[in-house]
């Protein structure tokens, strides 16, 4: 059996993956999610979003930059405004 030597913490965590990242597998961030759940913690807020390592999500024409959405969407979580100015 192996073991997750992710320390477990108490206070508010969120993480966020693409499932297009190639340098950092989104099983990586299961093995997290498992972890916290297997300790039965619920502090853990687990985002996974169609992106690359950049998060940068294809589309036909390119691709489109999806840091802002995140970073609105964490804004949101922390109970803050999703936009800076309001």
Request: contains cysteine; glycine residues 6%.
């Amino acid at each position: 059996v192996q073991t997750c030597a992710l320390p477990i913490f108490d206070v508010p965590i969120y993480i966020a993956g693409g499932t297009l990242d190639e340098k950092a597998p989104i099983a990586n961030l299961d093995m997290a999610a498992v972890a916290f759940i297997r300790r039965g913690k619920d502090n853990l807020t687990y985002r996974v979003w169609e992106a690359d390592h950049s998060f940068r999500q294809p589309t036909e024409n390119g691709s489109v930059d999806l840091l802002r959405t995140i970073v609105a969407d964490i804004r949101q979580w922390l109970g803050w405004s999703a936009t800076p100015a309001g």
